[in-house]
């Protein structure tokens, strides 16, 4: 039988790669504490925008049973090669682009992608770090890591399709809060599936997807400009020690 998601000994390496850390099993635990949904989701399109290894998207095919189609992007070439090969130890298959985030895919791919994930680069770096040639380029995110997290926010939200989830990594100085906030303004909900505590993070793996109450507090967002208090609650339900911008203002798929 098919082991349920990759192998770490049979994930390839190259020193300009990132290997798998903690962030990328705690990814994987997420899709594996959705496991249920995304089997009865029976999504078509798949899609992981910085494979790195591989070990993300090749897992989320191993779990899907390798229904469907695969699409994983790296502005970095040596991961490419490296998740070809990491897909091809495990006998599964995806499209691989070598580009940055899901440039020149967006027109083609707009609204037709079941599921997204990421882990994005989210350390907090100088932004002159930021896209780097080589391994830097996984994890430099400028400050707060939210250069490239907020780049990549209003592309996912153009790629998935109406049915479309969101699996994304963030780090506690990313504010997810605040995250999740502007994600509601686009009219999605929101849900942390896993929360890991290592010697040096704090991460949170957070799923989002479309949700009619949440389209209909993103219309009266941008209508009143201000944020409804019961966004404001159910937001510090789930980060009760985070800060939240704006705060004055104030369900799982």
């Known amino acids: 039988m098919s082991p349920r998601i990759a192998q770490i000994r049979l994930v390839s390496s190259h020193r300009e790669v990132y290997e798998p850390c903690d962030d990328s099993f705690a990814l994987v635990d997420a899709l ?34 390798k229904e469907g189609h695969f699409i994983a992007t790296d502005i970095n070439p040596h991961a490419v090669r490296v998740t070809q090969e990491t897909l091809e130890a495990h006998g599964v298959h995806a499209e691989l682009i070598n580009t940055n985030i899901a440039s020149g895919l967006e027109k083609r791919l707009a609204g ?62 990313n504010n997810p809060s605040e995250i999740c906030l502007q994600m509601r303004e686009k009219g999605y909900a929101s849900r942390i599936l896993v929360q890991r505590l290592t010697d040096e ?37 789930q980060f009760p020690r985070m800060p939240f911008l704006g705060s004055n203002n104030s369900n799982s798929s």
């Open 32 to 65: 594996l504490a959705d496991q249920a949904n995304l089997l009865q989701h029976r999504p078509k399109l798949c899609m992981e925008l910085g494979c790195g290894s591989g070990y993300v998207i090749t897992s989320l095919a191993l779990i899907l049973g």
């Open 112 to 173: 037709l992608v079941d599921v997204i994930v990421v882990n994005p680069p989210y350390v907090p770096t100088p932004e002159d770090e930021v896209g780097r040639e080589g391994i830097a380029s996984a994890w430099a995110g400028g400050e707060n890591g939210r250069a490239v997290i907020d780049k990549i926010l209003p592309v996912a939200d153009n790629l998935l399709s109406e049915k479309g989830w969101l699996y994304m990594v963030t780090l506690s100085e």
């Open 201 to 237: 993070e704090s991460l949170q793996i957070i799923k989002f997807w479309r949700d009619v109450d949440s389209q209909s507090e993103a219309k009266e967002m941008a209508t009143n400009k201000t944020v409804p208090s019961r966004v404001m609650e159910t937001l510090r339900s």
